[in-house]
Nanobody
């Protein structure tokens, strides 16, 4: 059974940092991504990394230069380091997995339960 379990969310002041973790079990995936959904808004792409060998990160423009996606093959995990957080980064963050490199929500087959990130002023 495939499972994705996120952790690391919380409350942080604007300008601060958080690190999200996602532990996958049941299989490995070529592509892992992070999405987020703010209240009243659609779920949106944040970052993804394709293949497990030094996967290169691909980012939404809104987080480029502030967020970094990485993975640990041995732990079957993916991480999202979030720096210089802004109020507009407040959302539920989801880990997701797909077979191929994509940013489309509908093309991700597996999803975690989500973790809340709240950025305060």
């Amino acid at each position: 059974q495939v499972q994705l379990v996120e952790s690391g969310g919380g409350l942080v002041q604007a300008g601060g940092s958080l690190r999200l973790s996602c532990a996958a079990s049941g299989r490995t995936f070529s592509n892992m991504g992070w999405f987020r959904q703010a209240p009243g808004k659609e779920r949106e792409f944040v970052a993804r990394t394709f293949n497990w060998s030094g996967g290169i990160g691909y980012y939404a423009d809104s987080v480029k230069g502030r967020f970094t996606i990485s993975r640990d093959n041995a732990k079957n995990s993916v991480y999202l380091q979030m720096n210089s957080l802004k109020l507009e980064d407040t959302a539920v963050y989801y880990c997701a997995a797909s077979s191929g490199p994509t940013v489309r929500v509908t093309e991700y087959e597996y999803w975690g339960q989500g973790t809340q990130v709240t950025v305060s002023s």
